[in-house]
């Protein structure tokens, strides 16, 4: 599995959109890129993925860089309830989380 | 729509202790995970079972033995706890194993296993 790197913490606006980035410049060419948020201590709960293309979904939108070194978690309208650690994952066969980004989404 | 169930959800055991967590998933997944996941860390894998009648170790398999009891479940048993193995230990299921795979994993609520 390619190494990922996030920043450790972050802030957002409630209402606004928060962007999250992840740098896996190792990643292979058929390894997708995954991201999950874990709320307090209860289990990762899957957001979206993708490999090339940019992605949408009801949660969020994943923008990948062109050269796939790099993506973009975009939370459109973020909220209190997204306060959580959001981690992104270069998927092999295995799926090892690192730290993760800690979004807090203040009023 | 159960996805993954995890049994117990806490645990207090004694040092040199055994114990054995069960998972189960209801999504006729082939692939199936432990992980332990220390205060303000990241998870780290313990074993997979990319299919059932496989297992294979994974980053901290040391003190751990799993078993692929059938194509739902999973078990992960400690045979003589010991106080480094305080943590919490997340299930999960994924469709099929493999790199490049397009499918996610989905998790249980976790186990929170106290070891004094």
């Known amino acids: 599995d390619a190494k990922t790197t996030q920043p450790t913490s972050m802030d957002c606006a409630e209402g606004r959109a928060a962007n999250l980035p992840c740098n896996h410049s190792?990643?292979?060419?058929?390894?997708?890129v995954y991201w999950y948020r874990q709320i307090h201590s209860q289990g990762p709960q899957y957001i979206i993925h993708?490999?090339?293309n940019n992605e949408t979904n009801e949660m969020a939108s994943l923008i990948i860089t062109e050269d796939r070194k790099s993506s973009t978690l975009i939370l459109p309208h973020a909220t209190l309830r997204d306060t959580a650690v959001y981690y992104c994952?270069?998927?092999?066969?295995?799926?090892?989380f690192g730290g993760g980004t800690r979004l807090m989404v203040k009023p | 729509n159960a996805g993954v169930t995890q049994t117990p959800k806490f645990q207090v055991l004694k040092t040199g202790q055994s114990m054995t967590l069960q998972c189960a998933q209801d999504?006729?997944?082939?692939?199936m995970y432990w992980y332990r996941q220390d205060p303000g860390m990241g998870l780290r894998l313990i074993y997979y079972?990319?299919?059932?009648?496989?297992?294979d170790k994974g980053e901290v398999p040391n003190g751990y033995n799993v078993s692929r009891l059938n194509k739902r479940e999973f078990s992960l048993r400690l045979e003589s706890a010991a106080p480094s193995q305080t943590s919490v230990y997340f299930c999960?299921?994924?469709?099929?194993?493999?790199?490049?795979?397009?499918?996610?994993?989905?998790f249980g609520d976790g186990t929170r296993l106290s070891i004094l």
């Open positions: 079972s990319a299919s059932e009648g496989t297992t």
């Open positions: 994952i270069a998927l092999g066969n295995m799926l090892t």
């Open positions: 190792t990643i292979s060419g058929n390894e997708y």
């Open positions: 999504m006729n997944h082939n692939s």
């Open positions: 999960a299921s994924r469709e099929y194993p493999g790199l490049g795979s397009n499918q996610p994993q989905h």
């Open positions: 993708g490999l090339k």
